[in-house]
């Protein structure tokens, strides 16, 4: 069983940043990675990849303050959001799929206005 643990989430103002992390209990250097986000009555939406090459894709929202990155050694996918904005709000999951997919508990961000 593969276990992802996001962290890094908390409460900050309209501007702000913050820096999420994601540690995965298996090897990811195979994998491409995803982060995803949450608000309540919505579906999960798609933020950012990261490919194995280190390749970085966005979603149009967060382009240009928003980065991907990834550390294989220590199986870690990490997240910096700069610039947030309140609709940032949401709470922010990492996906790691083999076999099937795998998702963290979330780590909630809160943009304050």
């Known amino acids: 069983q593969v276990q992802l643990e996001e962290s890094g989430g908390g409460l900050v103002q309209a501007g702000g940043s913050l820096r999420l992390s994601c540690i995965v209990s298996?090897?990811?250097?195979?994998?491409?990675m995803a982060w995803y986000r949450q608000t309540p009555g919505k579906m999960r939406e798609l933020v950012a990849i990261?490919?194995?090459?280190?390749?970085?894709n966005y979603a149009d929202s967060v382009k240009g303050r928003f980065t991907v990155s990834r550390d294989n050694a220590k199986n870690s996918v990490y997240h910096q959001m700069n610039s947030l904005k309140p609709e940032g709000t949401a709470v922010y999951y990492c996906?790691?799929?083999?076999?099937?997919?795998?998702w963290g508990q979330g780590t909630q961000v809160t943009v304050s206005s």
């Open positions: 996906k790691y799929v083999r076999a099937q997919i795998y």
């Open positions: 990261i490919t194995i090459a280190g390749r970085t």
């Open positions: 298996a090897t990811i250097s195979s994998n491409a």
